[in-house]
């Protein structure tokens, strides 16, 4: 790299990158530059392992010197003045004072480390949660560090040894070659005990295995007594202490690594610490090794970004009117939007989307674009809180952003594109008629980077989107002269706002079906026991979607690239349909799907697309290329379904036809495949996004109910100490109302993946109203977040679920899709 000074854009922030030819490492030559390629190399595998930890930094800005003449190296804990405002932090409280440390969540933050040398980092074995407090430690670490005289082969015997006894203890230990002159051995923890807890175990683990091997380990950190042995170091477990982070640099002669190994490697006799340069090809080979210790960490439970952090570090609560919270935001679904008129030391204008639970933001120094024949700079600033959307008043002066604030117009929005960092374009319907005065289509579309300032972007005023004439005959009104579903005819633009989502069907009974006298009648399509998907297909690309907006593609790649084959390269397209898992005999298997819901991880992935093969079962047609089809009716659509989709028996996409019979045979039919029922579309019905339409019915064979686990029981017996029963609510009235519990229907492996997942979101009060005193005794209550399903024979009067059997867990599905599923006549 010859540059000494490059300006770069590294996840949406702006670095300048200086000296990158100095040499950091001279005993081998290796620059700045390679330093910051090799933390941009690594940072996929090194950021799940620091995440959300408070890390220190060891700095050596001129170099790390040789053997002979070691460099000046500086340590940091807390963070100073000069640190970007975009770096995440977490706060550590001491008795007199706080400080805040970096987290190295992000790429830009890891560069960032790389720009000021700090080639060492430093984290603890515990994470933030998402309200910024320490949460208990995740992973046990034991450091075996040898004394004069032993060396990595004595590390490696003790490794072994450590690594029975952890076992035995339910613990699997991974080790670390920590880049220095020893091994780390870590092993992943539930969150359930404290820091001095786990300090606790590890010391006594440390005395076990020195009295167990005296004449090569010991647990005493004297100088004097470790000549010769390895030092099992069990106080990194401490709170307050920290470890080499996992794939980290160290600060020796050479650019030595703390490199993840496996059990294998330790036994071989040219085990060696390794460098940078051979972690690298060895990490693009061979993946992470030590991936499974943060295996557990779930995106959805995983620390998140408070995204308000900025907001209120620039703000004090008791010198301004604005609403300062001091939580971190929740995120929500709504679209607000408020353009406030904002008298600072120069008057602007300030517009806010809402958008993950907060207003997303930007200052408009020349106000609202009038004339599409224009553009206006808008910088974008920090994330403000919901409430900021109706705030007016007065900041006082001397305070961030002070002067008066006014609302210029406020409403809702629809959205069209939202690309984090790139672009956003949305129709804004306001309430005053001062303000926009009618629906306005606007564009923010970013321009920062490449010299210019990172948080500019320009906003601009578009052509409003092109809604068909309803005055007009047209392609929505069925006639003779309506063009079929190849003919060019009118088309109905698609008008690219909220994502498309599964149009819902209601419980019903075949009497209800039959008693409807619609002329255009009915047609019946067999019901898949599955989750439904909706798959996007643009530019060849494809990507599909939970009911919920979850992406699935990661999960079933081998689903993405079945729709991809089954449609021409040439047709955009939207399709709705259903991702099953299919038994030895060709039934649909939920049970089977389960272990294919929750992977993301490309060797995971693979493992079980070998082991469970998905299809997936397409019934519906939303768009083809730039016409939409959800106005059209269920003929329309199923005919241009046909047309789109084109595959063979073999294929893992199918277009399963609907049943031509009446609703009895399709009724025998099901039955017959063993089916889980059918689903009954009345034929002259719109597709209805996201929406629950009687249009739709379902009527199913056997009775299933989803549900919200709200808590779990201790065993008895075999299960002695394992999960007896889950204890499960369904919403009602906006509340959460008991169910019941089940027991039955969980494998060995179900229990012990519960037990694990439970020790996560255990709360103190029942989630559920009426729990009876005989069910909530010994109860353990869990945060009610996620959704199962049970298959039972019927409802109490009680209104509880009798003979309940556990099927799996619903991941397409929140708590607040659950409704109670009775098929009686209303």
């Known amino acids: 790299m010859s540059a000494t000074k490059q300006v770069v854009s590294v996840g949406g922030q702006r670095l300048t990158l200086t000296n990158l030819d100095k040499v950091l490492y001279p005993e081998t030559g290796t620059t700045k530059g390679e330093v910051l390629d090799y933390y941009a190399s690594i940072a996929h595998v090194l950021i799940p392992h620091s995440r959300a930890r408070p890390a220190t930094r060891k700095r050596w800005v001129n170099g790390v010197g040789t053997d002979e003449h070691p460099g000046e190296m500086f340590f940091q804990k807390n963070l100073d003045d000069s640190t970007p405002d975009w770096i995440p932090r977490g706060t550590i409280e001491h008795k007199n004072h706080s400080n805040d440390y970096p987290l190295v969540n992000n790429l830009a933050t890891l560069t960032w480390f790389g720009q000021i040398a700090a080639l060492e980092i430093h984290v603890p074995q515990w994470r933030f949660a998402r309200t910024g407090e320490p949460k208990n430690p995740d992973r046990l670490v034991l450091d075996l560090d040898p004394g004069d005289g032993a060396g990595l082969q004595e590390c490696a015997e003790v490794a072994r040894e450590a690594r029975a006894i952890l076992r035995d203890m339910g613990l699997d230990p991974m080790p670390v070659t920590s880049g220095s002159k020893g091994i780390h051995l870590y092993a992943a923890l539930d969150g359930g005990q404290t820091s001095d807890e786990v300090s606790a175990v590890a010391h006594e683990l440390a005395r076990a295995l020195e009295a167990a091997h005296p004449d090569l380990i010991v647990s005493d950190m004297k100088k004097e007594l470790r000549r010769g042995k390895v030092l099992v170091d069990w106080s990194q477990n401490n709170g307050s202490k920290t470890t080499i982070t996992p794939y980290s640099l160290r600060g020796r002669s050479h650019p030595m690594v703390a490199a993840p190994r496996t059990w294998r490697e330790l036994a071989s006799p040219s085990l060696a610490q390794l460098d940078f340069q051979e972690v690298l090809r060895r990490v693009k080979r061979r993946g992470d090794p030590l991936a499974d210790l943060v295996k557990g960490h779930l995106d ?43 008298h600072a030391r120069r008057l602007h204008y300030d517009f806010r989307l809402e958008h993950d639970g907060v207003l997303v933001s930007w200052a408009l120094p020349k106000g609202v674009p009038t004339s599409k024949t224009e553009n206006h700079l808008a910088v974008q600033t920090e994330d403000h809180p919901l409430a900021y959307g109706s705030f007016e008043g007065t900041i006082p002066a001397g305070e961030y952003g002070g002067g008066e604030v006014s609302i210029w117009d406020a409403g809702t929005y629809e959205l069209e594109k939202w690309r984090d960092g790139k672009e956003v374009i949305a129709t804004l319907t306001g309430t005053k008629p001062s303000g926009l005065g009618e629906p306005r289509r606007f564009a923010l579309i970013h321009t920062g980077g490449s010299g210019r300032a990172e948080n500019n972007w320009l906003i601009h005023l578009m052509d409003p989107v092109q809604q068909p004439d309803p005055s007009q005959p047209g392609p929505s009104q069925p006639g003779p002269s309506q063009p079929g579903p190849s003919q060019p005819g009118p088309s109905h633009p698609v008008a690219k706002q909220a994502p498309l989502s599964p149009m819902l069907a209601t419980l019903g009974t075949a009497e209800s079906v039959r008693a409807d006298d619609s002329p255009a009648g009915w047609a019946f399509e067999m019901k898949w026991d599955g989750i439904r998907a909706i798959a996007r297909v643009e530019g060849g690309a494809v990507r599909l979607t939970s009911r919920n907006g979850n992406d699935l593609t990661r999960s079933f790649p081998d689903i993405a690239e079945a729709v991809a084959h089954s449609i021409d390269a040439s047709v955009d397209c939207v399709l709705d349909g259903e991702i099953v898992a299919l038994d030895s005999r060709g039934r649909p298997d939920f049970g089977r799907l389960q272990g294919r819901m929750k992977l993301t991880k490309k060797a995971e992935v693979e493992r079980a697309i070998d082991q469970t093969r998905a299809h997936y079962f397409v019934f519906d047609a939303l768009e083809r290329g730039s016409e939409s089809l959800v106005s059209r009716d269920y003929d329309f659509r199923r005919e241009a379904l046909e047309e789109i989709v084109q595959t063979d028996t073999s294929s893992l996409v199918q277009c399963p036809p609907a049943y031509e019979g009446d609703l009895d045979e399709a009724l025998a039919a099901s039955a017959e495949l063993h089916l889980e029922g059918v689903v009954a579309k009345k034929r002259d019905s719109t597709y209805r996004s996201g929406k629950r339409s009687p249009a739709w019915v379902k009527l199913k064979l056997h009775k299933t109910q989803e549900v919200v686990v709200v808590g779990w029981r201790p065993g008895a017996g075999r299960r002695a100490n394992t999960i007896g029963s889950l204890l499960l609510a ?37 989630p559920a109203e009426d729990v009876p005193a005989a069910d909530a005794r010994d109860a353990h209550w869990v945060t009610p977040s996620d959704v199962g399903e049970v298959e039972f024979a019927e409802w109490t009067l009680t209104n509880r679920l009798r003979q309940p059997v556990w099927r799996g867990w619903r991941v397409d599905k929140k708590p607040d899709d659950v409704v109670i599923e009775d098929p009686r006549p209303a």
């Open 730 to 766: 369904v919403p009602q009235d906006g509340a959460l109302r008991y169910a019941g519990r089940v027991g039955t229907g969980f494998s060995e492996r179900d229990l012990a993946e519960l037990q694990a997942k439970f020790s996560r979101m255990e709360r103190k009060t029942s």
């Open 300 to 342: 959805a439970l995983e620390p998140t970004t408070d995204r308000l952090a900025t907001y209120r570090r620039k703000r004090d609560a008791s010198k301004t009117p604005e609403p300062v919270p001091s939580e971190a935001a929740e995120p929500t679904e709504g679209q607000s939007f408020v353009i406030q008129e904002h």
